[in-house]
């Protein structure tokens, strides 16, 4: 038995110009999905599939998500950075003692529970609790936080409509130095202030507390 030579559709879609064609097409846009794909190419969706999958061994991934893309530099320098963190611990095994670490964050006025905190043990014949749909609190306001190894050293409430300016965490900080010769006297000239990027912080850093030593998550560099 042979198959005589006759117009129309060929026996099987999975030929290798139709997979050349594929591996092009995905290859200018990896985004593109199997209908998108079989429409251009005019080819059915499920051999479009069965080429991705079994021919070329293709899968879709989705994007890992990272805190930032840091540049060849930003990697080369934290990675200097971190060197010299772990001389300092390597010359001085309390070095992490002296450090204070400062950041701020968003207090709701309530936030509602996710399923998973609103769960409950029931039995199966006992009937599923239910809950109303609560959106976030539209009312919040900004707490600053310092804290070191032993806990919380200094924490504030920001007023409502108070801009965290340079003028205005430079006040904090002057609170957070006459806190520290309170509760932590031990350190109270050794300390260091671990905080992120933010501008008025980046600001401090070049005036009138540079004779403190900082060092910042986000740029990864100390400063004397």
Not at 160 to 175: A, D, F, M, S
């Amino acid at each position: 038995m042979e198959d005589e030579p006759r117009s129309g559709r060929p026996c099987t879609s999975k030929t290798d110009e139709n997979l050349t064609k594929v591996r092009d097409l995905v290859r200018s846009d990896q985004r593109l999905t199997v209908r998108m794909i079989s429409s251009v190419l005019n080819l059915n969706r499920q051999t479009v599939h069965e080429i991705l999958t079994f021919e070329l061994g293709m899968q879709k991934i989705c994007a890992k998500l990272v805190p930032k893309i840091l540049t060849n530099e930003q990697m080369e320098n934290r990675r200097n950075v971190c060197l010299d963190l772990l001389e300092c611990i390597e010359n001085d095994k309390s070095f992490f003692k002296h450090v204070i670490t400062g950041d701020g964050t968003w207090i709701l006025e309530y936030d509602p529970d996710t399923k998973r905190q609103s769960s409950e043990w029931h039995t199966s014949n006992s009937p599923r609790p239910k809950k109303a749909r609560m959106s976030k609190s539209k009312i919040k306001t900004m707490l600053i936080c310092f804290f070191d190894s032993q806990g919380v050293v200094h924490k504030e409430f920001v007023p409502r409509g108070q801009t965290v300016n340079k003028q205005y965490y430079r006040e904090i900080l002057e609170r957070l130095i006459k806190r520290v010769h309170r509760v932590r006297p031990e350190i109270a000239d050794t300390w260091m202030l671990h905080h992120d990027n933010a501008p008025s912080h980046c600001h401090l850093r070049e005036r009138s507390f540079g004779q403190k030593r900082y060092f910042s998550g986000s740029a990864a560099t100390i400063l004397a």
